[in-house]
Each structure stands twice: as C-alpha cells, then as structure tokens.
C-alpha cells in the first residue's frame, strides 16, 4: 500500500515569499502531524489533526504558519512571508489515532528560504 | 517544557561489535518511541514503549523503557552495517497528548 507522500519535495523560495506544502496520509490514518526539523536536530512538533480539526496546534512557531486540513485526509502547511530562519525539512506523518500513536512519516519537504 | 537527551551524539563502531545508545529526561513520558532515520528520508518507527520497566526486543535490537518513564535504551548486539542510521527517541507527554517530543539523535556508524 502506498505510505505518506509529500509534495513538493524541494522547494526554493524568497524571503518573503508565501509556501504550501502538501501532505497525503495513509489512507484510512485520521490522525496527521506537522513536523519541522533542522539540520543536525529531530523533528520538532508543529501541529496535529484528528479528522478536520486541529486538536493541538501548540508548535506552531508564529502566526505566519497554518495548516488546514479540511477533508480529514490531505493536509496543507501554508507559511506566509517566509524567513530565512524557516529553512528545514517539513516532515508529515499520520497514524490510526488513539491508542496507536504509531506514526507513519513521510519523505519530507525540503524548504530553503534565499 | 518537556525535552529529551540522547547520548552518544555520535558512535562509529566496527561490525559485530555490541552499543547501547540512552534517551533521558527529567518529564514523565506516557509512551516513549524509537525511531531509525537514513539521510532523505523521514523517521520509521522500530517500537513503542508503554509500561515503566517494559522490554522489548526486535531481533538483534533490544528496547528498555525507565520504570519511572522518563528515560529509556536501546541496545544493538552484534551490529551490522545495516544498522547504520539516526536513532531518534520521541515521547508522548504525560497526559496522552499528541505534541510528541522528540530527541536530537544518535548518528550511528557500523564500519564493515
């Protein structure tokens, strides 16, 4: 079966540019998480769903980041006005939910911001 | 703020030999994961601790979890190249959020 896909899966922008950054789940998985992670470092949360809803949204860094999700499958990271400081692989991983909590990542964005 | 630390930072070793690499934290953990990421790709996932004091062995690979939840190992015998990887812990906090914390990882090196 087909795992967690990413699109695209390098991106180059300018500083101030607006992103969107795609993520399909496994079919079936309701829960979807948002990761950032620099080099050298893990992952660093951002965001999860439970369905369409962003249950906890407490890792987003600031106001220019949004996900939405509004189907329950297909997500999307939107980052306004990018920075340099938000170059990092954006990773997407989704899971069945609870109790599970087993996480299936995709490959990952890769975003540099010039 | 919940963090986790994993030691070694790095660990280059030769074939056959026996590691055991260590995630620690001062916060208690509901479950705790480990997790092997190879260069451009995302993390996969070897296996989720639950209970304090649980063992789990994966083949040559064998899981400990702290009987307080905050700390947990992982033991590798008899290394083979294969196993060369970022090994990443990630816990679940406390009260069964889904804000996973994850460590910075130990970049293993198995030399043939």
């Known amino acids: 079966g087909a795992g967690v896909s990413q699109t695209p899966s390098n991106k180059v922008t300018e500083k101030g540019k607006y992103v969107e950054l795609r993520c399909d789940p496994i079919?079936?998985?309701?829960?979807l998480y948002w990761y950032r992670q620099s080099l050298g470092q893990g992952p660093e949360f951002l965001i999860y769903f439970q369905g369409t809803g962003a249950a906890d949204d407490s890792g987003l860094p600031n106001d220019r980041f949004f996900a939405v999700r509004p189907e329950g499958s297909v997500s999307t990271l939107k980052i306004q006005r990018t920075e340099r400081g938000d170059s990092a692989v954006y990773l997407c991983?989704?899971?069945?939910?609870?109790?599970?909590?087993?996480?299936?990542f995709g490959p990952g964005t890769r975003l540099t911001v010039l | 703020t919940q963090l986790l630390e994993q030691s070694p930072q790095f660990l280059s070793i030769q074939e056959g030999e026996n590691l055991t690499v260590y995630c620690n934290s001062s916060s208690v953990f509901s479950s705790l994961q480990w997790y092997r990421q190879e260069p451009g790709e995302g993390p996969v996932l070897l296996v989720t601790v639950v209970t304090g004091g649980e063992v789990k062995k994966l083949k040559r690979l064998t899981f400990q979890f702290g009987d307080a939840r905050k700390d947990s190992s992982l033991h590798i015998t008899a290394a083979q190249t294969g196993d060369t990887g970022l090994y990443l812990c990630a816990g679940a906090p406390d009260n069964y959020g889904q804000n996973f914390v994850f460590g910075p990882g130990t970049r293993l090196s198995v030399l043939p």
């Open positions: 079919s079936g998985h309701t829960a």
């Open positions: 991983a989704s899971s069945r939910g609870l109790p599970y909590n087993e996480q299936f």
